[in-house]
Antibody
Framework: EVQLLESGGDLVQPGGSLRLSCAASGFTFSSYAMNWVRQTPGKGLEWVSTISGSGGSTYYADSVKGRFTISRDNSKNTLYLQMSSLRDEDTAIYYC??????????????WGQGTLVTVSS | DIVMTQSPDSLAVSLGERATINCKSSQNILYSSNNKNYLSWYQQKPGQPPKLLIYWASTRESGVPDRFSGSGSGTDFTLTISSLQAEDVAVYYC?????????FGQGTKLEIK
């Protein structure tokens, strides 16, 4: 059974930093791309970033490019999202989602329960 | 960016009746080299993450009841629930994965009439 467990969400001040983690199990982690998707009541679902199975290719939404960094440790079956220069509009539930394939052009098929990031002073 | 527009925003259907949700992409998301439409449908119930129902526009994910079906190609797509059950009350989203950013539709809230 695929399981994805996010952690690291917190209340942080604007301009601050935070690192999210996603522990994966139930599948061969290195064989699949992984994604971060966030959700806010006002803006709905927003794709944030994708990383290929090897970690060699990464993709970002323009809204986070240059501020967020996606990475993975295939030896630990863990996905990360390093967030810096956080803004109020980054407040959201952040979901970790497994890709249906190794790299680009595949859909998120399994999602974690999410972790809440609140950016506020 | 490809914009995904769903209609309607909300929908109320009687139990056992058909529910139809539409999704339109601002650009073609049919990849000619493999003849696949890069379109997925998700179901989200309150307090839960989205659940994949349909991918490649019409392929049902394993374990999804066959009352759920997807159709369409190019820029126009449809999710159909053939006979609405109480447990189908949820918000439904379409998403393209043709090119980044993988944008979602705004969601359609499905309720029981």
């Amino acid at each position: 059974e695929v399981q994805l467990l996010e952690s690291g969400g917190d209340l942080v001040q604007p301009g601050g930093s935070l690192r999210l983690s996603c522990a994966a199990s139930g599948f061969t982690f290195s064989s699949y791309a992984m994604n971060w998707v966030r959700q806010t009541p006002g803006k709905g679902l927003e794709w944030v970033s994708t990383i290929s199975g090897s970690g060699g290719s990464t993709y970002y939404a323009d809204s986070v490019k240059g501020r967020f960094t996606i990475s993975r440790d295939n030896s630990k079956n863990t996905l990360y999202l390093q967030m810096s220069s956080l803004r109020d509009e980054d407040t959201a539930i952040y979901y970790c989602a497994k890709g249906s394939g190794y790299s680009y052009g595949n859909t998120p098929d399994y999602w974690g329960q999410g972790t809440l990031v609140t950016v506020s002073s | 960016d490809i914009v995904m527009t769903q209609s309607p925003d909300s929908l109320a259907v009687s139990l056992g009746e058909r529910a139809t949700i539409n999704c339109k992409s601002s650009q073609n998301i049919l990849y000619s080299s493999n003849n696949k439409n890069y379109l997925s449908w998700y179901q989200q119930k309150p307090g839960q993450p989205p659940k994949l129902l349909i991918y490649w526009a019409s392929t049902r994910e394993s374990g999804v009841p066959d009352r759920f079906s997807g159709s369409g190609s190019g820029t126009d797509f449809t999710l159909t629930i053939s006979s609405l059950q109480a447990e189908d009350v949820a918000v439904y989203y379409c998403q393209h994965f043709y090119t980044t950013p993988y944008t979602f539709g705004q969601g359609t809230k499905l309720e029981i009439k």
